[in-house]
């Protein structure tokens, strides 16, 4: 779960700029059931911050109370200051984009996007202007005549996102929105997003359980873990150092080194490298591609104590186009797995390293 270490480090991130979110010790029931357990973070002014998380960690929950929608049962939640839980959504400054984009089938792009002026008895002189800013802003100005069923999803979504846009929010949700988008469209529809977010200068809160999807758009990462906030970073130190064995495994693909530390030397049965962890038995996440291929004729030891050099027979190998998917039996049960740079096909026992920097010390559930 949630370290203080990594809550702190959410803070400092956020107020690193004007902080225009605060969420503090949230919590959700439906019924007898726990869905958020005290979930505590800040998000800036300007921020892209993704809640990424498997099917029933809360993160869609998290997304409904921000926006009104559902009552939390305890904390609270505050736009610069002043606290907007007990605000009604309509009046709140946060519009959503659904994974559906709800659009109105009978009106055109221009009535669609000017449907909320309308509801909010916009000045009848101001809506064309912002409703043709608005479609601009998603390069959709030359389809205000247009109906929904004549544009193609990527074309719908960012009809979507004009029509969040357009009564000028100071926060974005946007549940799960290119979920409905074949693979191609999805990529190039990220892209289009984040180069959106960056020129309109909203907050953005995207909720995604894709991990791809949260690590190519977002300036930090909540990763929620059956409605605990298991860790927020960036996606580079999310990636790179994870706190918890689940946050290791959730992003990425990693080996879970369980091993013995002493004297300096963390021992995981025939794989020992140097570490600076405290004496005892821990848990180390070592990526697969941090792994590398040791040259034949190279030697089975080497001099460098900051590199781990050890042996594996070949058990699988599947090609993956410059990188290959290996696994290595070690012996006793030890079985790791590496992406390689693809060097052709491989058999028998062969050597490997990694350097025992990359071997991150991670704590487990519960510790």
Known sequence: MSTPASLDKSAASASAHDVLLEIRDVTKRYGARPVLRGISLNVASGEFLTIL????????????????????????????????????????????????????????????????????????????????????????????????????????????????????????????????????????????????????????????????????????????????????????????????????????????????????IASAGPIVWRTFAAPGKATFSLRQEAIRLVPAGAGGTTHDVSVARFRGAIRNQSFGGAMDALEIDCGGSHLVRARIAAPGPLSGEREFEFDANDAIRVTEGGD
């Open 53 to 264: 998380g498997e099917s029933g960690s809360g993160k869609t929950t998290l997304l409904r109370l921000i926006a009104g929608f559902e009552l939390l049962d305890g904390g609270s939640i505050s736009m610069s200051g002043a606290r907007i839980d007990n605000v009604p959504a309509h009046k709140r400054q946060v519009n959503t984009v659904f994974q559906s984009y709800a659009l109105f089938p009978h009106l055109s792009v221009f009535a669609n996007v000017a449907y909320g002026l309308r509801a909010s008895h916009t000045a009848a002189s101001e809506i064309p202007g912002r409703v043709a800013q608005a479609l601009d802003m998603v390069k959709m100005g030359d389809f205000a005549k247009s109906a929904p069923s004549r544009l193609s999803g990527g074309q719908q979504q960012r009809v979507a996102l004009a029509r969040a846009l357009v009564n000028r929010p100071r926060v974005l949700l946007l549940d799960e929105p290119l979920s409905a988008l074949d693979a191609n469209l999805r990529r190039q529809m990220q892209v289009e997003l984040k180069s959106l977010q960056r020129e309109v200068g909203i907050t953005f809160i995207f909720v995604t359980h894709d991990q791809e999807e949260a690590m190519a758009l977002s300036d930090r990462v909540a990763l929620l873990r059956a409605g605990h906030l298991e860790q927020i970073a960036s996606p580079r130190e999310i990636y790179g150092r994870p706190a918890t064995a689940y946050a290791a495994q959730f992003i990425g693909q990693t080996n879970l080194l369980r091993a013995d530390v002493r004297d300096g």
